[in-house]
């Protein structure tokens, strides 16, 4: 069974700072999709970034990227000029792209984010 | 706003209870997945619905059944409520099963006294 890891319960960054969440998984599989997903306080489920595991180039969206190593099973978000906004829960997901698989997600414990003006 | 509504947004019950969580997925959309949130277990998937036809199973409780209708809203029914059932639901919907993409719902708070 596929398991997801994020080490980091919590984590603090400056406004305008970068950070970066860590996220490990494990799988037997050879195609997959990544996400980080995003909860802020009003508990709704964002999407923030997605890799197709069979990409070698990282994903990108804005000021959130990641660093995809998939020998190392390591998928870990960076965020650049942390805004007051991108205080949440964050959330690392997996999911089978395998013919026939079910489709849902398979959950990290998530990191929570705090971001200090 | 992702286009999938869930009710009631909170729902406080007691032990021993049966309640029902209503999910309306995006239109177009054909699947939906039930999700729980707690404290303890984090984020787990419960149950897949597509269109209309149960697709997958995942840690789901005897005490607890879905069904998705026709017009394709689904619902999530819990029974014989204990208190470790209160959670977060969530409801996310597809275009299809697989690969596409998942919206979620706003959840529902469910609180077991």
Known sequence: ?117 | DSGVTQTPKHLITATGQRVTLRCSPRSGDLSVYWYQQSLDQGLQFLIQYYNGEERAKGNILERFSAQQFPDLHSELNLSSLELGDSALYFCASSVAGGLNEQFFGPGTRLTVL
């Open chain 1, 1 to 117: 069974a596929q398991t997801v890891t994020q080490s980091q319960p919590e984590m603090s960054v400056q406004e305008a700072e970068t950070v970066t969440l860590s996220c490990t998984y494990d799988t037997s599989e050879s195609d997959y999709y990544l996400f980080w997903y995003k909860q802020p306080p009003s508990r709704q489920m964002i999407l923030v970034i997605r890799q197709e595991a069979y990409k070698q180039q990282n994903a990108t969206e804005n000021r959130f990227s990641v660093n995809f190593q998939k020998a190392a099973k390591s998928f870990s978000l960076k965020i650049s000029d942390s805004q007051l906004g991108d205080a949440a829960m964050y959330f690392c997901a997996y999911r089978s792209a395998k013919l026939g698989s079910q489709g849902n997600l398979i959950f990290g414990k998530g990191t929570k984010l705090s971001v200090k003006p």
